[in-house]
């Protein structure tokens, strides 16, 4: 259960700062996936803590150069 817990979390965070990166503001975000604003605000920190970056221009600039 757990390792599939840690999937669906990973692709949830993607899926998060993908649409992030997109444009989409929290609540926006939040709306489309069905999930409050205050989780999508927890799960960008997270993204970005281990991104070791401080905004959305950063995200969507480390993002790209992954999907290289």
Same mark, same amino acid.
């Given at each position: 259960?757990?390792? #599939?817990?840690?999937?669906? *979390? ?8 993908? +649409?992030?990166?997109?444009?989409? *503001? #929290? ?12 989780? &999508?605000?927890? &799960?960008?920190?997270? &993204?970005?803590?281990? +991104? ?7 995200? *969507?600039?480390?993002?790209?150069? +992954?999907?290289?």
């Amino acid at each position: 259960y757990r390792e #599939n817990d840690a999937l669906e *979390n990973l692709k949830k965070a993607l899926e998060i700062a993908l +649409l992030a990166a997109e444009g989409m *503001n #929290n609540a926006e975000i939040a709306g489309s996936l069905f999930i409050s604003p205050n989780t &999508v605000k927890t &799960v960008l920190k997270s &993204v970005f803590a281990k +991104l070791n970056i401080s905004s959305r221009e950063l995200l *969507n600039a480390r993002l790209d150069a +992954l999907s290289e």
